[in-house]
């Protein structure tokens, strides 16, 4: 590729299209955390800059849960009477104060908004695939045509460490088949964990097949090594090239690390960005790898001390789903992460504590495929794709309302029992909640109806709330302190404000299902679970989930306040950005 050719992507008229799009959500989203106020002006809104000089105009549908569905086109910007063309960097800082950016974190935020930008004129050159024919596309197919990324967050593709042909080479919508690179990890410092009934060397070979095992052997004793030393690790290749080949020249050079080369077979990048799905042989594991790349608020490493206990987590979560008549009545299953391997660097471990992007560099673990449990019929697409509306304004979920025939509160009442009621059940039964979001949560579809969901990325994001909880010492780490007023919060913000907001809107923009019949749906949903468990009825008054309204928790100021790390990972909930008070949409039925 030439160097001209890497960023033919950057046009002025995507540019001004990609700008258009980001200021509508900054719009949209910052107006629902109530950092900027749009005030009314005849049958438009308006939002003014830090000097109220520059005026942002638009018109808007305000809709419950103070959702602003803004129309990007009828946004215009307008300073000393004459109108400016929309510029995203602009408008960051002509609302730095709103927005509360430090001098420090500004122009890291302004990168992050570049790159996203950027991302979103490359997908603006992609062949515009309708959701008619997303409908009928693979599941990968599906996970690469996402064009939006996180509902909420609007700097949401940062990615910061990635390089224009590292975007090119990894980025989930580029679609680009990526080889992982081997390093052989001398035992001294590395670990493998898995789950009952796994052994390292028969799993090895399953993973990557007895020839490249022996090649990986054979370099190991051409260099005088032992191969019984070693345990092998994948690696993200951005991570060999970037990070390990120079942060742990040491090791490198100690031949405490080998590099092995690359695996024989293709992974596709998922929408997390370092998880990677095995295109060679689908029903082989996913591969989740270190990457330490800045996106959304983190550094997106992976630590080897939380590796160890990875394998125990999910082994213990599957039981209580396969022993719970509830969770196995609605379907759910869990895609485990059924080994892991991980790698000490003692020197950074001894300059730094246990939360340092510095020991979270060299790990990885593999996750189940759902592919291995579908039956005849059944197709798989990301939860995110709900969300997902094409180039002519048509929305996935409502095309698969219309493939399958049902009529639209039969549909949503299908997928609420698959995916909402087993987190309702979860929290009142266990105190047990996940990370429900789109990009976490796989759907099993038949004709376009949801028969089931499949819950991911377990270890790292499932929470027990309950402080007298009894849980094997090994799966201890998932307990949380969380103030009982702030517990509901995790289906109230995650689920209702972070997901069903936008769900509902879109269902309705669309003329599919009236807003009031989406959250009278919801309301149904809960209350039936509710009355099949009569047994929990104390719970289900002290955690009300018809209560008025509950405390609206904001994602962007999360992020405005720190995108390097955004909450504090020994006190989660002590990071919250509490502000004021959302309706609770379901109250009313």
Known sequence: MSLSDAVAHLSPHRWARANRLLIRKALAEFAHERLVTPEKDGDQYVVRSDDGLTRYTFTAVTRALDHWQIDADSITRHRDGGELPLAALDFFIELRQALDLSDEILPVYLEEISSTLSGTCYKLTKPQVPVAELLTSGFQAIETGMTEGHPCFVANNGRLGFGIHEYLSYAPETASPVRLVW????????????????????????????????????????????????????????????KLAVTFAAEVARQHLVCLGEGDDEYLAQQSIRTFFNTSH??????????????????????????????????????????????????????????????????????????SPYRKMLAALWRESPVASLREGESLATMASLLHVDHE??????????????????????????????LLHSFYAYDLVFMPHGENVVLVLKDGAVERAVFKDIAEEIAVMDPDAVLPPTVERVRVDVPEDTKLLSIFTDVFDCFFRFLAAH??????????????????????????????????RQY??????????????????????????????????????????IAGF
């Not at 959304?296 to 394998?311: D, N, V």
Request: charged fraction near 25%; glycine fraction near 6%.
């Open 183 to 242: 390093l052989a990890a001398h035992r001294s410092r590395a670990a493998f964990t898995a789950g009952v009934g796994i052994e390292y060397e028969s799993f090895l070979r399953d993973e990557l097949g007895a020839e490249t095992v022996e090649r990986f052997r054979e370099r190991l004793t051409d260099l005088g090594l032992d191969p019984a030393d070693y345990l092998f690790i994948p690696v993200h290749p951005w991570q060999w090239w970037n």
């Open 282 to 355: 689908p029903e082989k594991h996913y591969v989740k790898t270190a990457l330490s790349v800045i996106n959304m608020g983190f550094m997106r490493g992976l630590s080897a001390a939380y590796m160890e206990a990875t394998p125990a987590i999910n082994d213990w979560l599957a039981q209580l789903i396969e022993n719970d008549p509830v969770l196995k009545a609605t379907g759910l299953t869990i895609i485990r992460e059924r080994a892991a391997v991980g790698y000490r660097h003692l020197e950074y471990e001894r300059a730094t504590d246990r939360y």
């Open 507 to 540: 269902l309705a923009t669309e003329g599919v299902l009236e807003e009031d019949d989406f959250w009278r749906t919801v309301a149904d949903v809960t209350r039936e679970y509710q009355e099949s468990m009569p047994e929990l009825a104390d719970k289900f």
């Open 393 to 422: 304004g048509r929305g996935f979920a409502a095309a698969l309302i219309e493939r399958s025939g049902l009529a639209p509160k039969e549909w949503l009442r299908r997928y609420l029992r698959a995916y909402y009621t087993p």
């Open 544 to 585: 009300d989930m018809f209560a008025p309204e509950f405390a609206l928790s904001c994602l962007n100021r999360l992020q405005l306040r720190n995108n390097q790390q955004m909450v504090d990972l020994a006190d989660p909930a002590g990071a919250l950005q509490l502000i004021g008070t959302l309706k609770n949409p």
